[in-house]
């Protein structure tokens, strides 16, 4: 039997973030976890799951001109018989097509445009406005083996924005219209065995599913899938831990699907293994007979003895094997991993994580970077995760829509709890198919502590407060039949007292603070949670508000409707009775460029910038919801041109007391209060502030800022220097100017251009600033306050990428030029089409 690595089963994705510190405790605990599974186990046949990523052909269509978009919709008869759609055959021509690989948005490669209807978009021309650029036609042409004749096929879209038409060998197979849930098509019957096929994606981004940055095109993976006829329903297995004692029980589920032309007899085992790939319990099911294009649902539960708890701090998992038999032989088998944890909320004690008692120390994320918008490769979920995590965040909200599955594979792993949303707030078929995929696909998921049914339904929760209430119970009943296991919720801006907050099982409250006191009176046995909180807004490096310049300052900048990050923490953070809550939002993200308009084409809610760039309130976070002494000193001292002026100086910190110097000498020491922060005025002149933190009046941690020279050279540093040369993995680099005492100079605004050349291609560049309207892909980008990223992805070819950073253009002094080396090692790489 052919074997693969557990490393390819559980995907080898695990890396350090920004700063090779970050998160260090809970990335050893996931290194450590992949390091224990690369034992090799049979391959689990004769299921096939293949990698549809590589080898694809792109070209922009148009939404009104048929002659511009292969002729589709030249006639109404288009769909009037099966198999004559031309450009899905063989014989089309599409050599002067863009060859490109998956994931891909097309959107963050467009034009900015100064376009008041795209603000919440990000300013790209998407929308029926712009037919030129909201659809995109995706072509590949893919060999399926003579012996796959019998088998079940089906192609899986993880997600693809947004509306989207498949065809294949010129037959028309389905259409899929949200821009978040999974979907799939069976091509069993279309496909030709033994020959070459086609498949056609036509995708259109006319229309949004929310009022943020959304991207366009095949963001997500696509997978090919090889069954036999009996086999596993899709996303229908689940394990479901019940703590007892010093034990567990495992509830076990299935459903196996029959899509053979005879009745079939089939049998249902599971096997249980740790993280070390040992047996720790195993499950039968009887054998049932399970008719023609019919199903059967197959129970069981097993004991694990002393399990090892799934928690922040060590995120355990284990993994289930279910397999089905049939005829006498293995006909399907697939793994799972979930985790054993106990979740509590409770309306007087707040949050508990198997037993502990804890706050939610959560963030808000829209899925886009920069450089890359909507379309991360998997390494970059574990980036911005290893950023929020350094900075103490134990939980994350996935706003506004159902997550790709990477970011909850690396909750899973890293530790990271989850809110868990979907997109649709409804009860129509759309909305209970969004949320019913949504539940299933993730609630193995040991990070997901609750589900949410919806954002902001302000027409549901007031003008249709009747409706509404009868919506959400819908919703909640659906996730309760699917997963009896997890509390529902939803996130409201309002008083929680009417329409949609009467289904749920707990309370979540976007900003209003006037409301969560009064409710817990009201409602003493309801838990209560911040849904979304704080919208703080700065700009990264900045310290003063300039709306010439579109920026904010770092201190205290705040939305009419919104809290600083240490007014909202005093409050959920210091009441027992709450749980906890999600601050809006932990990174930067394009739209919403409040409170500017054009140019801004992101936001500025972000405690981290676009890049992942930490700002100075990060280390607000960092020290109120860290484990260990922390402290931070802003801002800078390079303030040219303003000697004698007065400067504001604040310390983060959750030191019992810091001490302020300023060339040397003392502005006298302050106390820390709790939850809070401790500011001087000091008078500016060229030199070095200098911040010394006490415990126990000992000093423990000291930061200081100096007054740099002007940029003399380019520094580059990546996140790893050696990454797999699997096609997939990625290496992120901070760029940065130094002045000739080596120092990083915290204003540069140089352009800087790259080079790339050997095992790796450029993906995208960055810097963080809300304004900057430079490419996302051409090679070059200005440096914003000292910093700018590249991300650089490896080929499929071992060897070494080398990346050269040189000063672009004419303008000020030369910089002396950087260069690094990643190295991209041979990996065994994960099953996919060829």
Not at 390 to 402: D, I, L
């Amino acid at each position: 039997m052919p074997t693969v690595t557990r490393r390819d089963l559980l995907r080898s994705t695990i890396a350090l973030s920004a700063s090779t510190l970050l998160a260090r405790s809970a990335m050893a605990h996931a290194d450590a976890l992949m390091e224990a599974t690369t034992a090799t186990v049979p391959a689990l046949a004769p299921r096939e799951r293949l990698l549809f990523d590589f080898g694809w052909k792109f070209q922009f269509g148009h939404s009104t001109d048929p002659v511009r978009d292969l002729g589709f919709g030249n006639s109404q008869g288009d769909f009037a018989k099966t198999g004559d759609f031309e450009f899905a055959k063989l014989k089309f021509d599409d050599s002067k097509w863009r060859s490109l690989n998956l994931p891909h948005d097309w959107a963050v490669e467009l034009p900015f445009v100064n376009d008041d209807v795209q603000n919440s978009h990000g300013f790209k021309p998407l929308g029926r406005r712009y037919p030129e650029t909201s659809v995109g036609w995706y072509r590949r042409t893919f060999d399926i083996a003579a012996t796959d004749l019998g088998r079940r096929i089906s192609v899986d879209f993880d997600g693809a924005f947004r509306s989207v038409l498949i065809w294949v060998n010129g037959c028309f197979i389905g259409r899929n219209d949200n821009g978040y849930a999974p979907f799939h098509f069976d091509l069993t019957d279309f496909i030709a065995y033994g020959q070459k096929n086609v498949i056609v994606a036509r995708v259109d981004a006319s229309f949004g599913d929310g009022w943020f940055y959304e991207g366009a095109g095949l963001y997500r993976h696509v997978w090919l899938t090889k069954t036999d006829a009996v086999h596993l329903g899709k996303w229908e297995s689940y394990a479901r831990a019940s703590v007892s004692g010093t034990g567990a029980v495992i509830s076990l589920g299935t459903v196996v699907q029959n899509d053979g032309a005879a009745t079939a007899s089939a049998k249902v085992s599971w096997k249980i293994v740790d993280t070390a790939g040992k047996t720790v319990a195993t499950a039968d099911a009887a054998a049932q007979s399970v008719a023609s294009d019919g199903s059967a649902v197959y129970t069981a539960s097993a004991k694990i003895a002393n399990p090892a708890l799934w928690s922040i701090e060590n995120p355990n998992l284990y993994a289930a094997i279910v397999t089905v038999e049939s005829g006498g032989k293995v006909s399907d088998a697939e793994r799972f991993n979930f985790g054993v944890r106990t979740v509590v909320f409770d309306a007087d004690k707040g949050f508990s994580l198997n037993g502990k008692s804890m706050k939610i120390q959560g963030t808000c994320n829209h899925q886009d970077h920069a450089g890359i918008g909507a379309a991360l490769p998997d390494r970059m979920q574990y980036f911005r995760l290893g950023v929020l995590k350094e900075m103490g965040n134990n939980a994350v909200r996935t706003s506004h829509n159902a997550p790709t599955p990477e970011w909850v594979e690396g909750c899973d792993r890293l530790g990271v709890m989850m809110m868990c949303e979907t997109r649709q707030m409804s009860s129509n078929p759309e909305g209970l198919a969004q949320l019913e995929v949504m539940v299933k696909r993730y609630r193995n998921s040991p990070s997901i502590i609750l589900w949410s049914v919806g954002n902001e339904e302000w027409i549901l929760q007031d003008d249709m407060a009747e409706q509404g209430a009868k919506i959400a119970t819908t919703m909640v009943r659906r996730c309760h039949e699917l997963d009896p296991t997890r509390p529902v919720s939803a996130a409201v801006n309002g008083s929680n007292e009417k329409g949609v907050s009467t289904a749920f099982d707990i309370i979540g409250f976007n900003y209003h603070a006037e409301f969560p006191e009064g409710y817990h009176k009201e409602h003493p046995k309801m838990a209560l949670y911040g849904s979304e909180t704080s919208s703080a807004i700065s700009t990264r490096g900045v310290y003063a508000n300039d709306p010439l310049r579109n920026t904010m300052n770092a201190y205290d900048g705040v939305v009419p409707w919104g809290q600083t990050a240490e007014d909202w923490w005093k409050f959920y953070g210091g009441k027992e009775w709450e749980a906890g809550g999600f601050a809006w939002t932990g990174f930067d993200y394009r739209g919403e460029p409040t409170p500017y308009g054009w140019p801004s084409i992101n936001s500025q809610f972000g405690v981290i910038d676009m890049c992942g760039f930490p700002k100075d309130t990060f280390y607000y976070y960092k020290a109120w919801w860290g484990k260990e002494p922390s402290l931070h000193l802003f801002p800078h001292w390079n303030w040219e041109g303003r000697d004698g002026e007065a400067i504001k100086v604040w310390v983060y910190s959750n030191c019992e007391e810091v001490e302020l110097f300023v060339n040397g000498a003392s502005q006298g020491s302050q106390k820390m209060p709790h939850l809070g922060h401790v500011e001087w005025t000091a008078q500016y002149h060229p030199g070095v502030i200098e911040a010394r933190g006490s415990i126990g009046g000992k000093v423990v941690l000291t930061e200081k800022h100096e007054t740099t020279g002007r940029p003399a050279s380019i520094r580059l540093s990546a996140d790893r220097t050696e990454i797999s040369a699997d096609g997939e993995d990625v290496a992120v680099l901070k760029v940065e100017a130094l002045d000739k005492e080596g120092r990083p100079v915290p204003t540069a605004s140089n352009l800087i251009g790259f080079k790339v050349s050997g095992a790796g291609v450029l993906i995208g560049v960055g810097n963080g600033d809300p304004n900057c309207q430079q490419s996302d892909k051409e090679p070059k980008r200005s440096l914003f306050n000292g910093l700018a990223q590249v991300i650089v992805q490896a080929t499929k070819e071992a060897g070494e990428i080398h990346i050269e950073a040189v000063k672009e253009g004419w303008e000020g002094p030369e910089l002396m030029p950087a260069k690094l080396m990643i190295l991209t090692k041979a990996v065994q790489l994960r099953p996919q089409v060829g």
